[in-house]
């Protein structure tokens, strides 16, 4: 069993995107609230839970490989499904990153959803917006070049069905 977490190049770019999200949100509470004795207060609390969300976020995004099957878990949910289920690896539209990714694609009839919060109901990371029906597992979240690592290793030897072609 090997667990990845995101990679540094993943993680400057969460930093990064929540930064630029951050600021127009912080300018307006600080517009709304810029005659109260509290004006500070609200812009505070908000980049305190902004850092911590973020770090959580940064720390809790990762994939768990067992000669079974994997796991994903992401902002709001953790979703499992075993090798024989995964359709294919296919290089589609992320939306947080805005790119393509190579990605392992599954039905989502055969994920099981194993945990979730309330984020995990409203932003559920099931689809990339390209197809409904189906799941998807990034990997070049993990690791820089995927295919020569020893992710890439595993899931060649986890699910041979994936590179037959």
């Known amino acids: 069993m090997k667990t ?4 540094p190049k993943s993680k400057s770019f969460y930093w990064i995107t929540g930064s630029i999200v951050s600021i127009p949100i912080l300018g307006i ?3 709304l609230f810029r005659n109260s004795p509290l004006c500070y207060a609200p812009y505070l609390v908000f980049i305190l839970i ?3 969300r973020t770090n959580y976020w940064l ?3 990762s994939i768990k490989l067992t000669e079974k099957d994997i796991t994903y878990t992401t902002s709001g949910i953790t979703i499992q499904t075993h090798w024989n289920d995964i359709e294919e690896i296919r290089r589609t539209f992320i939306y947080v990153f805005g790119s393509r990714q190579d990605c392992l694609v599954i039905d989502q009839s055969k994920v099981k959803i194993t945990s979730t919060d309330l984020r995990g109901q409203f932003l559920s990371p099931l689809s990339a917006g ?9 990997l070049s979240h993990f ?3 995927w295919r020569d690592s020893e992710l ?3 899931i060649k030897q986890y699910a041979p069905h994936l590179f037959e072609k």
């Open 4 to 7: 990845y977490y995101l990679s």
């Open 29 to 31: 509470f600080f517009f």
């Open 50 to 52: 902004g850092i911590y």
């Open 59 to 61: 720390n809790n995004e």
């Open 130 to 138: 390209w197809n409904l029906q189906k799941a998807i597992i990034p």
């Open 143 to 145: 690791v820089e070049n």
């Open 152 to 154: 890439g290793g595993q």
